[in-house]
């Protein structure tokens, strides 16, 4: 049999197991960087398989298996979201108002798994393999930044770094998957538009806030509609907008939100040089003082040509060609991009819709309730993409 099959025959042993792991992280969700308990489940776990791991960024964890100097990285996130929990699971979320709606619970439960699959045989691991369990993937600047800041992959030059997502539109035995940009990269966007404010009856006495900032939100989409090459793909979207009190006040303050998110580094900086200029211009046209903050997101993900040829291979003994669909890239944001601006990486989507049904509630809803059958399918890709990328020694 071939390898990547015994690894698969060998995840689906280990289902239950993969399963109750996963359930208890459903059941103790915790937010960004501060998945105390749950780095406490996962460091128990690798010391009951003889893990050795180390801590990275607080609440993440750096496991190794195998020797010597060819070295591969596989990465879960393990952070939920501030959602209240509706699936009515008889594991549901014990915590109020945090749910694992992102499917970091069955990403960490995978990748224990592989490492679960991996230990086992050990000692015929041409190489290392680092097990990252990394914390804060869905708050900025996230957890990916503070790992690699922090040093921990400094040391290792990986042939590849690997991780995936579950993608509740693909059903359970597929992946999605294709080389180059696959997720967007981001800013979020924090203007404040200020003046005297006063009397709404005299207006000709104060800037008004209201009217620039309107006046801002119009002007702004322009960005996208004149000032980007068509065939670059920007989207730029104002998603919050607060000021105001009475009908009779012009207020002193209005504040917008939002987010600019692009796959092309360049454009998205002269993008935001832009965004400053017309933010001070319409100011001083409207009379009013306006000021916007920039917090950098994540950048753009690029998945590596070679490492992700490598992803397909491996799918194909595993799931077959026809549960291999290309993927659309779209503008999510996803701090496994740092690693993919640091070292040759590869990101895939891992069907969890039950294949029975047509939909599922996305990612992120309250009902998000991913199918467990993908579980031994995900723990066996991991472990057996990252064997295949041991036996060479560089992309
Ligand atoms: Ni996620």
Redo the contacts with the bound molecule.
Sequence with gaps: MKREQALYRRALGLSAEIQRHRRWLHQHPELSFQEHRTAAYIREVLRQLGIPYTTTATTGTLATIGTGERRVVLRA?IDALPIVEQTGLPFASEHEGIMHA???DMHTAMLLGAAALLKEREAELPGTVLVLFQPG?EQLPGGASRVLAEGALDETAPIAVFGQ?VLPELPVGSIAIAAGPIFAGTDELYWRFRAAGGHAAQPQQTGDPIVAAASFICQAQTLISRRRDPLTPAVLSITAIHGGSATNIIPPEVQLQGTLRSFDQKWRQEALDWLRQTTESLAALHGVEATLEVRAGYPPLINDEQATELVREVALELLGSDHIVPFRPVMWAEDFAYYSQRFPAAFWLLGVRPPEQQTMPGLHHPSFAPDERALPIGAALLAAVAWRTLEISAL
């Design positions: 996130d992102c499917g970091h993937e997502h």
